[in-house]
């Protein structure tokens, strides 16, 4: 297990820069979600930390080693690919004991650490069994039993649950956490999937076009994004944005419709253009609040989404609980002050509290 520190690290592929100065500190045993749009540069960092590329600037530390110049098999890093990459001609069993292999270890010493990772695993009647003969779950497992027996210091995953459909990846996902609380190794995590990252996490980091928007809690980042991009990037459905004005305590908008200001929109910030944002689940049924138009109604079960209408924006809401609103009613929403988020119109930025 390691810490792991990245300092102003970037990379060109070309004339194009790709990462454009990271720096990222993870801490011991700490599991670190990377998420972000496609295309911003997640898989590159990894295979960068990995030493599969070469940072064109910038330093990685791992431990106390500095690993930046060094090649892959110096790092003690293991990594866990979205394909992946099992040899198709080789057993579980030797799938899982190849890096041992190579590294020189006798039969008795990679026996023992294929066996144990497999009993952590629940593969162990699968160790004779070939790639194609098992589901895309096993194959998932054999492939993070391959990182585990090189006892790495530190574990990088790209996306390992993307190829599973939705019920296994949500096993697997609750597997990989057992796992962790299991092992406390580092973790650094890239996922397209919000929720995976919500729930794995210590940290999430939110990248954009090569750099770090946000890191920090899951619920912090939720609870207080410090731009629109991570606020609408995080929850799903997404927080929904109004654009308006600071005036009188509420956030006003082209229509006229008079929005919950929430706790910044005074002081100085009146008369700020801003983006009004709400959680789909913080828009209330209430007397007071503003007005909205259903426009189309969806029981899920344990909750009710609607689509509704309001200052001329489709706004999405989540109501926790079996709902009576029919398509074509008007219903009056209210948001708590301390549910409202504001985002300067221009810049994105999280707009704060001022006197
Ligand atoms: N070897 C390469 N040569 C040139 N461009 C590359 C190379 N590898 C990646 N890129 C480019 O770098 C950018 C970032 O790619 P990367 O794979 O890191 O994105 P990502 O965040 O992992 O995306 P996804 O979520 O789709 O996996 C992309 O525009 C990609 O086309
Ligand atoms: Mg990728």
Redesign the pocket.
């Known amino acids: 297990m390691a810490t792991m520190n990245i300092s102003r690290l970037r990379?060109s592929?070309?004339d194009?820069e790709?990462?454009r100065g990271i720096d990222l500190d993870v801490r011991d045993g700490e599991f670190v979600a990377l998420v972000?749009?496609?295309?911003?540069?997640?898989?590159?960092?990894?295979?960068l930390i990995a030493g599969l590329?070469v940072a064109t600037a910038g330093k990685i530390t791992i431990g106390t080693k500095d690993v930046t110049g060094l090649p892959p098999k110096e790092r003690d890093v293991a990594m866990v690919f979205?394909n992946y990459a099992l040899y198709p001609h080789l057993t579980v069993r030797n799938n899982m004991g190849f890096s041992l292999k190579l590294r020189g270890a006798n039969k008795s010493e990679i026996e023992r650490k294929v066996v144990d990772a497999a009993g952590i695993l629940g593969l162990d009647a699968l160790l004779d069994r070939y790639p194609g003969q098992l589901s895309g779950g096993q194959r998932q497992r054999v492939a993070t039993g391959r990182a585990i027996v090189r006892d790495p210091q530190l574990f990088l995953f790209?996306?390992p649950l993307s190829n599973l459909d939705a019920k296994l990846r949500v096993q697997m996902r609750t597997e990989i956490k057992a796992l962790h609380q299991r092992l406390r190794n580092t973790m650094v995590y890239?996922t397209?999937d919000q929720i995976e990252a919500m729930t794995l996490a210590n940290r999430i980091v939110v990248?954009q076009s090569?750099r770090i928007e946000q890191q920090g809690a899951p619920l912090e980042l939720y609870d207080r994004p410090a731009n629109a991009f991570v606020a609408g990037f995080l929850g799903s459905p997404s927080m929904n944005f109004i654009k308006g004005q600071i005036r009188g305590g509420r956030v006003v908008t082209e229509d006229g419709t008079a929005l919950p200001g929430g706790n910044s929109a005074g002081g100085s910030n009146e008369g700020r253009e801003v983006l009004w944002g709400a959680r789909p689940e913080s828009l209330i049924p209430a007397s007071q609040g503003f007005s909205a138009r259903v426009e189309v109604v969806e029981p899920t079960g344990p909750d009710t989404q609607l689509l509704v209408r309001a200052a001329s924006a489709p706004l999405v809401v989540l109501l926790r609980s079996r709902s009576s609103a029919a398509a074509g009613e008007s219903i009056n929403f209210d948001v708590d002050q301390n549910d409202v988020h504001l985002f300067d119109a221009e810049s994105g930025v999280r707009v704060d509290a001022k006197a």
């Open positions: 990379k592929f070309g194009t790709i990462l972000g749009p496609s295309g911003c540069g997640k898989s590159t960092l990894l295979r590329e979205q790209d996306e890239v397209h990248m090569g």
